[in-house]
């Protein structure tokens, strides 16, 4: 991919990883670690943890940040995961709107805000096929 390409999406994307960074710097603080792949910054809690274990997530995407509640937890979602880069890279800033957005929708008529969800339903999808999913942005 292109230099200037590959920038671009970093600046479209920057407000989001910006959100994600904060969240990294709160598992840093309770004693999780980061690491670099797939064009992206990952982080885990510690495994065991007592926040890893209360979480109603496995897993969260925020631009080109994922953010897991154990090691297993970013190893078993990262296909999944870098579906939510590559929407993120597709919308920036906006996903932040559109997701909620299309889960109230949902919601409103009757169905499932999360299951359903377009974007969910995509990153089912496409982790579900095991192809490999194109990076964008390697540094």
């Known amino acids: 991919m292109p230099l200037l390409r590959r920038i671009a999406l970093l ?3 920057a407000p989001c990883s910006v959100v994600g960074m904060a969240l990294v710097a709160l598992v840093l603080a309770l ?13 885990a809690l510690r495994d065991g ?3 890893a274990r209360r979480s109603p997530f496995h897993a969260i ?5 994922i953010v897991a ?6 190893v078993g979602s990262l296909a999944h995961e870098l579906v ?7 919308w920036g800033v906006v996903f932040f709107v559109a997701y909620p957005l299309a889960s109230v929708w949902l919601w409103m008529r009757g169905r499932r805000p999360y299951w359903d969800n377009p974007f969910e339903v ?3 999808e496409l982790a579900s096929t095991n192809l490999e999913i194109p990076v964008s942005f390697e540094p």
């Open 84 to 90: 939510h880069v590559r929407q993120y890279e597709r």
């Open 122 to 124: 995509q990153a089912r």
């Open 49 to 51: 943890s007592w926040i």
């Open 11 to 13: 600046v479209w994307v």
């Open 31 to 43: 004693g999780g670690h980061w690491r670099l792949g797939s064009g992206t910054l990952q982080a």
């Open 61 to 65: 995407t925020l631009g080109h940040v």
């Open 69 to 74: 509640v154990d090691e297993a937890a970013l």
